[in-house]
Structure formats: structure tokens, C-alpha cells
């Protein structure tokens, strides 16, 4: 449970780092990154994950993503994962940005050969939550989580596995019924095998038809955002929302792409209102 | 005076846009970066001009410097350039980040061989202003200027070069008196030759020393920043704007480095700060 400090930098009064650790999950070094606001000596600060999409790793929403202000204001720890395993003797499809390194996709993979590192699902709610209640000054008891698109898909799941441990759940444009869009359908093929029962237990749209329930969501979506209607489709996770009583907020907003240009648009309020439930 | 539009992204309810455009200043394709904010239909705006360090392109404030909330809250439109001309042609010293492509320092060089690209003086200061006085909502009768390390030695040199254009200056880090810092001196000397007299005119210590004057300077500078005591010397300008008289704010900011992360941290109070001068 030792973490090797890759970087510091002091950065709207708190302190941005980057770390590595062997994964004993992944079976090879993971990096991620914390930034921890400014507060009292010995305070326990609530934590709020941050799961970002494809092609990504733990830097790009720390560069891009414009969370520090808010995070610094709000009092709230912001833990950016990476997207998967990564490095040597980690199994890779390097031609398909859908697959393999930077394509984690949240699950726990059962197949050969990305069963032996790609268990991104128990990395990112076991380990690498316990390495951060050792680590850094966090409360516990008050978490919540959001991504982006991949890991809008991935702060889903997780808030939806997993009732009652994460105070509130948003995210920015998120993958919502991964299991039957193209651009994911092939992942969770590769890493869960071709039983699409095993699929359910990864996508947001299945577990709420299969039961799982979450107090209430918040989802912003950019309507010029050119995976919208093939690889995102919110409909139905509005659908399945209304279809289980679960209050969805789903904004669309107007003129808005993919990129971090809209994820930093609405980062700030994304973390108020987190905030308001992390202490409420 | 064409533009051709690269990328254009909504953010923050304005556009970030980035243009090329073939420089006949620098006789190359240059790129640049503007974002403008949400405003009323003919309405003409401000102009604030951020200058960068070096290795850096137009890509990296725009990114990571955290600009566009203050931007769009003050209705301010923020002009990213290049840091140098760059392609084919163009001379470079590739295994040198600080001489040639991404150090242009914001000179009109002399000698050969950069003579012939590298007049990022002239650039940005007539040029790539002409060319934002016609392609975008811009009133060029409100104009200020900062920039960071390299391109807060450009910001200073610009303004105390152009009295009265320019209703505020301030800068992140500046490189206070490049002619005799070891980082800088070298760059000077490649591109303006031996002439050491040559050489003040574009330095902001030696341009006060030599009478050049301004209403009023911001600079925030790191005390963790490891080019503090060699490159960037602000006791030097602190110095010489206390014989001049020039009201200098120098803030000193405990345990931030040279990095974004310490940019973006003071990025809103700067364009706040040039806002109510840009507005009064």
C-alpha cells in the first residue's frame, strides 16, 4: 500500500499531485492523481472521482479540466485515475483507441488475454479507494463521483453498483448503454466474452432495467457533440430513468462538443453541486 | 490578411477558436488562438493579449491556462500567438529549447540565419493585430497585455515599447532582464548579433533604465519557481521600476512553481485586474 510521489505542485492554494504504486488489481504500476484543496491541519476533507474517457490517462483532466478553482473553494479532494493498465506485458490492441490501453472501460475483465491486468471496476471502487483513505486526508464516508463519456459510463456504474457509497453521481456526456453502441460493444465482447448476461453488470441503461436505483442524477450533454446519437445517447438513459422513478437532470447544451473546451464549461458546476450533497 | 479556422469549440458560452494564416512578418504559416466571449450581436470587445513561454505553441494556455471563465464573465477576447514561426525552412536549433522554434523571445532578429523568419516583435505587434482588428469583434482601442516567463518579458517590452496602446500590463513570472540572464542572453545574442546596445531595446529593465515608462505593473511570481534566482529576477525590475517610479505590484507567492498550475491559479485575478482597466 506505498505510493511513490511522482510530482507536487501548489495550485489554487492546494497541493495537484501525481503518484505511481504497484497495482496488485492490475498487476503493474498505475499512476493517478489527487488534488487536495487547502484546509485545517487535520481535517478530513470529502472525496469526489473523477473517471475520465477514452484515450486518456490521469493527466489529461488535470491539464484540461479546470477543477481546481472549484475544488479549492468547495473544500473537496478530486481523484483522477487513469483510463487502464498500462506498460510492459500489459495486453494492448495499439491500432484501436476503443480497446486495450487507455479503453479500461470500468470492468473486470474475464477474458484472455486482458484478464490478467484489466480489472479497472475493482482498481477504481477497492484498491485504489483504500490507498487514498491511507494516504490523504479524506473522509470516507463522504464520496461522490462523476466522468466523461467512457468515464461518465464508469461514474455510472459505479454509483450504481455500489448503493448507499457514493453521496451523488453526475456526469459529461457519458457512454450510456455501452453494451449496444458500436464503439464499446466490441470491448465488452474482448474483455467479458461473447455472454451478454455478463455484460449487464457494466452498463448503466441494464442495471437500472435490472433493478439498481440511485437517488438522482445529473448529466450534461453538448447537442454538436459528434458521438452523441451512434455512441452516447442519452435518451435512453433518460428512458430508463423515468422508467424506475430515478430523478434525471439532463441538460442539453446547446452548441457544445466532446472536448474538455465543454467538460471545463461546466466543471465548476458540476462540483457545487456535488458539494451541496457531499455536506449536506 | 486570410484566415483559415483550424477548430472552433463553444466553451464557457463564447468560441475558442484556432486560425493559421501565411505570415508575411515571419514568411511561414503561423497559428494562433482566440477565444471570444458571449456578447451581443455587434457589440466590439476588448482585446487582451497572452504571450507565452518558452516551448510552448498557441495550444498550451489555451488548454491548460484556465482563461476562458474570467474571459466570458468580464467580456474580454483572449489572443493566444505562437511563441515563434515554425515549419519548413525555418531556421531552428532542435536540441536547444531556448533558441529558435518556440523561443522566438518576442524580437525582431538581425542576424542569419534567423533573420528571416523570426520577427515575432513585429508579428505581434502589428501584424497579428491587424489581422484580429479584421476577422473578429474586437474594439483595438481597448487592448492590454500579458504572458507568461519568455512572454512575460514580451509582454513588458511591448508595452513599454508602445506607450499608450496598451491600457495594463501584467505578467506570470517574466524574465525581468533577459540580456544578462544565462537562459536568455544566448537567444539575444544569435538573433540580434553582438551589439549589446541593440539588445536593450528589448529588454524591459534596460528599456526603463533608458526611459521608458508605464502607469502601473502587475507580476505574480513563485517562490518555488526553480528559474526564480537565475532567469527570471524580479528584484531586478522591482529595482528599476523604484527608480522610474513606475508603481510596481509584485507579488511573491509562497510555494508556487513555474508551471500552469501556477498560472491558471492566478489567471481570473490578472484578467480581472485588466477587465476594470480595459473598461474604466
Request: with cysteine.
Amino acid at each position: 500500500m506505498t505510493i511513490e510521489t511522482k510530482s507536487l505542485a501548489r495550485s489554487h492554494g492546494g497541493t495537484q499531485g501525481v503518484y505511481t504504486h504497484n497495482s496488485r488489481t492490475c498487476h503493474c504500476p498505475m499512476t493517478f492523481a489527487v488534488f487536495v484543496p487547502p484546509h485545517e491541519p487535520g481535517a478530513k476533507l470529502p472525496v469526489l472521482w473523477y473517471l475520465s474517457g477514452l484515450t486518456c490517462t490521469h493527466a489529461n483532466v488535470m491539464e484540461k479540466g479546470e477543477y481546481r478553482e472549484a475544488a479549492a473553494r468547495h473544500g473537496v479532494i478530486i481523484v483522477c485515475p487513469d483510463t487502464s493498465p498500462r506498460g510492459d506485458g500489459v495486453a494492448d490492441d495499439p491500432n484501436n483507441w476503443k480497446l486495450g490501453c487507455g479503453a479500461g472501460f470500468y470492468v473486470d475483465a474475464t477474458e484472455a488475454p486482458w484478464a490478467s491486468n484489466y480489472a479497472m471496476y475493482s482498481y477504481v471502487t477497492e484498491e485504489l479507494p483504500a490507498l487514498v483513505a491511507a494516504n490523504f486526508p479524506a473522509d470516507m464516508s463522504r464520496q461522490s463521483i462523476f466522468g466523461h463519456s467512457m468515464g461518465g459510463h464508469g461514474a455510472l456504474i459505479c454509483a450504481l453498483k455500489n448503493p448507499g457509497r457514493f453521496r451523488s453521481c453526475s456526469a459529461f456526456a457519458p457512454i450510456t448503454h455501452p453494451m449496444t453502441a458500436e464503439w464499446s460493444r466490441p470491448a465488452l465482447e474482448a474483455y467479458l466474452g461473447h455472454n451478454q448476461a455478463s455484460w449487464r453488470a457494466y452498463d448503466a441503461v441494464a442495471l437500472i432495467e435490472d433493478g439498481a436505483r440511485l437517488p438522482e442524477l445529473l448529466v450534461d450533454q453538448g447537442t454538436a457533440d459528434s458521438f452523441l446519437q451512434d455512441g452516447l445517447r442519452p435518451q435512453l438513459l433518460s428512458d430508463a430513468c423515468a422508467s424506475a422513478g430515478i430523478p434525471l437532470t439532463l441538460r442539453m447544451q446547446e452548441g457544445y462538443d466532446h472536448s474538455y473546451f465543454f467538460i471545463s464549461t461546466f466543471m465548476a458546476d458540476h462540483i457545487a453541486w456535488h458539494a451541496g450533497r457531499l455536506k449536506a
